[in-house]
């Protein structure tokens, strides 16, 4: 593996802007980072939504241009990944073609045709004295980003926080180093070309765990962090963070088959809700399906999903099936993200909500029924980010929901739940504007 | 000092309905409380509006009814407050009389008169696909707060809490341990006789610094965190916790006389924000003078907060002003809480905006002033919860923003920034119905 970031060699903190030895401390190159970024967020929290979306359209326009050169670079990352054994899957997702690039320049787009959430009024009015209030939303400031492989997630991340007014320090994966750094350089110059500050896009070291909690123990120099990746990575950041932070993307979502279901419908939704992606957050990872059904829908739904080379982590009575594997303790808590899915008949639909409440994750869950009581009492119960009643799960995503484009789906329930878009990225400021008020003593 | 809560002796760690011995692990005990918690809050999460408010009244009442019984706790706290030699600021916080208890009544009262958050829909409408959608408020679920000497918050954050459909663990000061259990008896009481579950408020162990940081590591067990108390306090939260946390109350506030400013309004929005309550952190604690008119307003502003008694740190300007003492670097940054102010003179608001982002807190920030570009751009540059053209920082205050009683002021940017009402106290939930919808493949 090649590349500038190796120990004992120079390494480029910003883009390739300054170059330092790595004798340097690390953590002074990511608190030296989130201070550029201040400064850029200072000026950025100032910028109009006209000077944002011209960024935005020249960060599209220097993408498609200088595709050649992003692909150049990611060679050298995929030629690498080839190298260190990395799995077809990695590399598939690694990959950046002049199609893929047209695809996070047309995201750019999008974002610029979306409302920019800073400076609306969120509520307001004039209070009995008569002074004015008004509670806007205004960018977090310094917004830090934890994640792995796929490195269009480095141009979303930066055109999200872009428009929503936040400096946006990027701390990708060593896997992508190459592409983050090449993509990282060409929006920065985009930015200078538009006379906003390089340094709202900022890519820190990758090749040492350190930097993350560097980042995520930076306070008061960083504003928000969002971890996205597996479990390990979201653990481990909301373990050490001492910086405000947001869980994200642990999907263990359910499908649950009332009673009153159409098994119909309730075949395609599981269907879907399992097979239509498998390696994202809001895939189905196991079924629940009430007894009064089980006779006809267990041995139905085992083969549609046999069918589409689902296997199949059954209780008791899915694993009479043909085909059916017996479920052991962990598969009721697993995230599969592949063509598995757990399955268990439950006694009522109390049963099925002391479940999901036990191994769910609060990302996505649904019932399929033709039952009004029964789907009330499921949406009123179920505590997750998004609960559905006779629909996929696969639907939970911001462009879905009509947010426009997403930085992540949020699994806590502080800030943000569920799909995050600009509106998100957001904090907000109390203004209040008087005549020379003053409060009388109590 | 007395007490059920010695080491070696029995204690009460709900409100003295199970009495078990310190032998036991605290940590068993805060998460035993914070799953009976979790239990109550599935229950609460179900109750009406007119279940909650009838709670309230009952609570209202109760507290009326049992308030000799309660001054009687509050009496030991007093004496063993005295005997360990607390100041008379400390044990005048402590003292509940009849008309303190009346008053925490009357604040339940109010909650109840307030609407209930739960179940307002944020946003909402139809997909093109046809799914119905709405962001709906949902309860936090287990919030804990921990808080100092004041025995009335116990009743405010219970309150609150349950308004809000959440269970409260609370954990207040050692200080205030008899008043608190025999307040958290009442109330527990007061919700088994309206068939509400007991444990929607608990009391946690307070002699033990350690419990503070059992609760705040229950992840999963504990929804959120709120500090209310000094900076210590909420740093060491915030360095511990792994359960997401707010942080409230410091507020180093600082007004601003710009050059544009009426002398006679900024004088009296000077000596409102500093001397109308000291200790509390909506006060002022920091002056800012324009140098265009320091000539004129430095003596004159000098000689108003001396005739209150206010101590001056001020810079070279300031200090040539009888009596004003020379301010340390220190004093920039100092929460003084007491008749002490920082002042100093700026070259331009360029250079006040600037002192505030090195030196402020986030919380409250006001500029004086007549010209509109300058009440603009302080507006849009300083990074605080509130912002203040012409009126004093005493209003950043919950009841005076027109949202109830709150439950603290938060000064972090991330879910709620400034006074925090009930609505601050709600997560949201997508809930999607639909007829059948699956997702296309991409």
Known sequence: MGGACHPGLTIPIAAGRKLCSVTDDLRDQVHAAARRARVAADELVLAT???????LHEMAAALRQRAPEIIEANQKDLEAGKAAGLPEGILDRLALTEARIEGVAQGLETVAGQADPVGEVIRGGILPNGLELKQVRVPMGVVGMVYEARPN??????????????????????????????????????LESVNLPADCVQLLPCHDRASVTHLITARGLVDLVIPRGGAGLINAVVEQATVPTIETG???????????????????????????????????????????????FVPRVTKALQQESVTIHGDEQFAQQDGVLKA??????????????????????????????TYGS?????????????????????????????????????????????????????????????????????????????????
């Open 49 to 55: 939504r006209e000077r944002k979306d011209a960024a």
């Open 153 to 190: 997630v480095t141009v979303d991340a930066a055109g999200l926080a872009l428009k929503s007014g936040n400096a946006a320090l990027l701390r990708g994966s060593s896997t992508a180093e190459h592409s983050n750094t090449t993509l990282v350089a060409v929006l920065r110059d985009a």
């Open 328 to 357: 052991n303790d962990d598969d009721w808590g697993t995230e599969y993200l592949s063509l598995d899915i757990s399955a268990k008949v439950v006694g009522s639909l109390d049963e099925a909500v002391k479940h999901i409440a």
């Open 362 to 442: 609060g990302h996505s869950e649904a019932i399929v029924t033709n039952d009004v009581a029964a789907a009330r009492k499921f949406t009123a119960r179920v505590d997750a980010a998004a609960v559905f009643v006779n629909a996929s799960t696969a639907f939970t995503d911001g462009a879905e929901f009509g947010m426009g484009a997403e930085i992540g789906i949020s699994t806590q329930k502080l800030h943000a739940r569920g799909p995050m878009g600009l509106s998100e990225l957001t904090s907000s400021k109390w203004v209040v504007w008087g005549e020379g008020h003053t409060r009388p003593k109590a």
């Open 250 to 296: 642990v999907g263990n979502c359910h499908v649950y088959v009332d009673a009153h279901a159409d098994l119909d419908m309730a075949e395609a939704i599981v269907l879907n809700a399992k097979t239509r992606r498998t390696s994202v957050c809001n895939a189905a990872e196991s079924l629940l399906v009430h007894k009064d059904v089980a006779k006809e």
